[in-house]
């Protein structure tokens, strides 16, 4: 069950954040891209930064080339995308790509990549979880931006 997404008081201190956002399946995306930003703006991010990508599968590589960007680092690189399961296991395979490279990359790279790449079912689903407001995945991805920054910041000092 969807629970509703909690708007939550997170700033951050001058943090620059990125967003790397499919073009494929746009209605979708674009509402969870429009929703990231305003939450990262309401947070006190300080530049944001966003990257169009043809699909899913290529949001990794844009995300890694932004990581590997240092000066001055992203404090969290917000990934987004719709995948939509069909009658074969592409959708599958392109979402487990994606989840693994997304993971190894934060990990390597300890910038917080926020997986908001959804592997949906059908259209329903994903009316809910990127176009109705109290669920759109973009302004909690947002916000576990937000969150992430705040805890990086801390594990730095």
């Not at 790397?20 to 990231?36: D, I, K, P, T, W």
């Not at 590997?68 to 917000?78: S, T, V």
Request: charged content about 20%; overall charge positive.
């Amino acid at each position: 069950m969807l629970r509703k997404i909690r708007s939550k008081k997170i700033r951050s201190a001058n943090g620059r954040f990125a967003i790397v956002a499919a073009e494929y399946n746009g209605e979708y995306v674009n509402s969870m891209l429009r929703a990231a930003r305003a939450t990262l703006a309401a947070g006190g991010a300080a530049a944001v930064r966003v990257v169009r990508v043809p699909g899913a599968f290529e949001v990794p590589v844009a995300a890694a080339a932004l990581a590997r960007q240092k000066n001055p680092p992203w404090a969290g690189i917000i990934c987004l995308g719709v995948i939509f399961r069909g009658e074969t296991t592409h959708a599958q395979h392109i979402g487990e790509a994606v989840t693994l490279a997304l993971s190894q990359l934060a990990v390597e790279t300890e910038v917080p990549m926020i997986h908001e790449v959804l592997l949906l079912e059908n259209r329903a689903q994903a009316d809910k979880r990127c176009l109705d407001p109290r669920h759109n995945r973009g302004a909690e991805a947002a916000q576990t931006a937000l969150a992430m920054s705040g805890t990086m910041s801390r594990l730095r000092a």
